[in-house]
């Protein structure tokens, strides 16, 4: 399969930027991770004054065979009901999306069920009837994940047509933190203990039994984690593999990639599986209840910006932090500089 | 000293809004902090759905006799160059108060150095030239400390006028972590080098010689730790009390105060000194650079929402939350229930 090519970080844009933040009318440094986001920003878009106008949510959602083991506290239909609530604007990301004044685009890739092909607002680019269980053999076919990772793509340059500044990416998906604990698993080496939480509300039973239906599914499938389209296509997902698309094409546009909670977080690991430089094109926003979330950012590099007790997902963290990004861009476009202002300089 | 009485947080409509977030289409508790603020925002309020729609930032500026000791990195006259900074815009303050869509009000409470009376945008409620030097004898006197009071308990009246669902408070004065730092000492009892930081950039030395400062100005005063007001007249200031004032006049209207950095969390400090039952309407914002924040915030029950490594002051940090805020106040006004979405609840 074939990656786009990704630019590399702009160091002139990230310096200039540096430089900036120290001119302007505040202590030096005194706007802490406002100022590193603003460099950031500056080395990612290449322009040492980013702006941050165009804003989008993707959602990605899909079905998981795993649901079947009994991983979730809440019952398979609900993917297709939350897609349906996602429509009407009743779902939390979209009211956070409207907060923020982001777009929200909603992607069919694997849901079980079938929607009315007619019903407007989604984007129909179902894969697959979700994934098979992978507690039996491999979640999806290496042409699935593949196929998977181009909607992704496709979406993603859909959103950009117009231009697009920021995006923050967001999963719906019964069961879908098994597959992105498994991944976490695989792909750092620890226990799958050590990277498994309670999704959405699992009792201590139910958390002891997701973490032995993972350990089997990984001792089955034996992903190898130098291959991350081994272990996505065995241990993963599909709406994990489109959101995986979804960084990969951003990178190679220069578009900011806002990593929302774990189970994109999962995805992004997939990304920079695949294309290494996509790394360079992420933030991290928020931590999750996730036990597993933290080490993801590890290996990731990524320090994530707030840390709200969240566990949601649907983009829900990522687009909240939103706001900080664009005001580290305001900050930086906006302040006066202290010769501007004739404020007198340190010292 | 007459206090406006402060009505009792809203135990039903808290509660109300508890009932509500475990009906909204999402795993309950899974917006963590976001659904504690929306509680918190409905006792507040006296209103189970409480809406934030007009907000304001209050900047109170002042300037310190304990300057001339050489406990700040920049020189004293930076304080009225930065009120001109903020009546032009320029500052980081304007930059995200316009971000947040937030008025912005700016008092000369007490700058050394006088403003053109005619200055529009500004308001002059100057209750003295600065603090004196407290490393030499009170700061203020009770009356300077009460008057200035009373001026945020105006700016507050003011403000609200036209109803205001949220304000954050904001200061402007150099070397006001010195007083702000005596005031953590005096009211939680700890070592002033425990609660004393390096404000807008000491060094090393320069760090050990503010401590020295304020352990003179606090061994020469005696300000008594169970009388806030002496605490505030001795070793704080005027933009201090003056967002005390702010504080009481707010919380007495039921309006929730996002409590900035270091010096507001001061300010709040005597606040709830003197007005114990201001407490119930305060919001922690962020956690600052600054080492005593952390104590303030314990002392004072408050968890930020927020940790930047912010240290600039101004209501920052504070305005930054605001997005916070609002989005725990939308979310429990417009998401769907698990009724009316028909999405099938856990089980």
């Excluded at 430089?19 to 080395?43: C, D, H, V």
């Excluded at 009792?203 to 002891?208: I, Y």
Aim: glycine residues 10%.
């Amino acid at each position: 399969m074939n990656y786009p090519s990704i630019p590399p970080f702009d160091l002139d844009a990230a310096n200039n930027a540096r430089t900036r933040q120290n001119q302007l009318t505040k202590p030096p440094g005194s706007l802490g991770r406002l100022e590193e986001i603003s460099i950031r920003l500056a080395g990612m878009k290449a322009d040492p004054c980013p702006s941050v106008s165009s804003k989008a949510v993707i959602v990605m959602a899909a079905d998981h065979g795993i649901a079947s083991e009994g991983v979730s506290a809440f019952p398979a239909e609900v993917t297709k009901q939350m897609v349906m609530n996602f429509l009407r604007g009743g779902a939390a990301v979209n009211v956070l999306a409207r907060q923020a004044g982001a777009s929200l685009t909603i992607v069919d890739i694997g849901v079980a069920s079938d929607f009315d092909p007619s019903l407007s607002g989604l984007l129909h680019r179902k894969v697959a009837h979700g994934t098979l269980n992978m507690a039996r053999g491999p979640a999806m076919t290496r042409t699935e994940g593949e196929k998977a990772i181009v909607v992704g793509m496709d979406v993603l340059a859909g959103a950009a047509e117009n231009g697009l500044d920021l995006i923050a990416t967001g999963d719906m998906g019964i069961g879908n933190t098994t597959p992105s604990s498994a991944i976490a698993a695989v792909l750092t080496g620890l226990p799958v203990a050590a990277v498994t939480g309670r999704g959405t509300g699992l009792t201590d039973a139910g958390l002891a039994h997701k973490v032995k239906v993972i350990e089997r599914a990984i001792a089955l499938n034996k992903p190898d984690p130098k291959d991350a389209m081994d272990v996505l296509c065995k241990v993963g997902g599909l709406e994990i593999a489109g959101l995986a698309g979804v960084m990969i094409a951003a990178a190679a546009r220069r578009i900011p990639v806002v990593v929302d909670g774990f189970i994109s977080t999962a995805a992004a690991m997939i990304a920079v599986g695949l294309v290494p430089d996509v790394r360079n094109y992420l933030f991290g926003s928020h931590e999750s209840v996730e036990i597993g979330h933290r080490v993801m950012h590890k290996h990731l590099g990524l320090t994530p910006l707030i840390n709200l007790n969240l566990r949601l997902g649907e983009g829900t963290g990522a687009v909240l932090t939103f706001h900080l990004i664009e005001a580290a861009s305001r900050i930086i476009r906006e302040m006066a500089t202290f010769a501007e202002a004739g404020v007198r300089e340190q010292g």
